[in-house]
């Protein structure tokens, strides 16, 4: 068994909605970033590509890379998901905080929870997915971003 840990935030920019999880949800603001910049999948990404000692996401899906430009973070998962395959690894259980004051997760995160056990072809038991507030403080506290930290178990076949 394997272990792997990630992270990733983005800033806030005018919008109106947010990517988590591969699940839209509507905003006052949108995410600054290359491709959807989706916080949760792509710390869960690093957490993936981390347990295999495959690299990270940037260096898979440069943000230099006109390709991703507005990409779908679900296709990096599921292009991770068949580089983790091709290694005859699966997923043991995916563990995820998400770090943010607003939009309030808590009504999203089984329709999270469900994308996610979708990608990464397993049962929602081994998906949790955690939502927390910073109490005010620092660039997240202050509404100024999001962030999400992962932790992932991948099992060798
Ligand atoms: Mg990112």
Redesign the pocket.
Known sequence: MRIGCGY???RFMPGDHVMLGGVKIPFTQGVA?H?D???LL?AIVDALLGAAALGD?GQHFPDTDPRYAGFS?SDFLREVMDLLQAQHYRVGNVDATVILELPKLNPRIQAIREHLANLLSVSMTQVSVKATTNEKMGFIGRGEGIAAMSVVTLISD
Do not use: L, W
């Open positions: 990733d935030s983005h970033a491709s910049g989706d916080v792509h996401i973070s």
